[in-house]
DNA sequence: CTTATGACCCTGA
DNA sequence: GTCAGGGCCATAA
C-alpha cells in the first residue's frame, strides 16, 4: 500500500516542523512516529536531518525526540546528550528513559 | 554518475 | 537485556 512519495523540500520541512511544535510538554515522540504522523511514513533519517539544521535559537521541542528505542540518539557523554536528558528530567521524565516510559508518554497516541 | 554519511528502524541471534 | 546486519532515503563530495 506504499508508494514513493512526492513533495517539495519546503513542504516536506513545514509538515515536519508543525508536527514537532505540537508533541505536548511532558510527551516524547520517535523520529519514525514523527515522519508518519507528517505524512512522510519511513523518512526518519529525514526527520532526524530536520532536527540537526535547525537554527540556534530554535522553539522546536527537539528535545521531546528520542530513538525508537526509548533513548536519545547522542553519544552517551557528548555534551548534547547531556542536554537533551537535562531538558527531559526538567520534564518530569526518569534519568532512564527506556522503551517500557517511552509508550507511557508516547505522542502522537498509539491505537 | 558513484560513494559516503547520518539526531533512524526492524528483525533475528 | 544488548548487538549486528540490512533496509531506508535525502545530502554532500
Given amino acids: 500500500m506504499s508508494m514513493p512519495i ?11 516542523l508543525s508536527t ?15 515522519a508518519k504522523a507528517a505524512g512522510y ?8 536531518y530536520i532536527l540537526k539544521n ?18 536519545s540518539s547522542f553519544s552517551p557523554g557528548s555534551e548534547r546528550h547531556a542536554a537533551q536528558c537535562a531538558r527531559l528530567i526538567s520534564e ?5 528513559l527506556g522503551k517500557a516510559h517511552l509508550t507511557t508518554v508516547f505522542w502522537p497516541i498509539f491505537l
Avoid at 512526492?6 to 515536519?16: A, P, Q, R
Avoid at 514537532?20 to 514523527?34: D, Q, R, W
Avoid at 518530569?92 to 532512564?96: A, F, V
Fill in 6 to 16: 512526492t513533495f517539495s523540500e519546503h513542504e516536506f520541512k513545514d509538515n515536519v
Fill in 20 to 34: 514537532l511544535n505540537a508533541i505536548p510538554k511532558g510527551s516524547l515522540s520517535t523520529y519514525g512516529a514523527i
Fill in 41 to 48: 511514513s519511513g523518512y526518519a533519517r529525514q526527520v532526524g
Fill in 54 to 71: 535547525l537554527p540556534e535559537h530554535s522553539t522546536i521541542p527537539w528535545h521531546r525526540v528520542i530513538n525508537a528505542q526509548g533513548r
Fill in 92 to 96: 518530569g521524565h526518569p534519568e532512564t
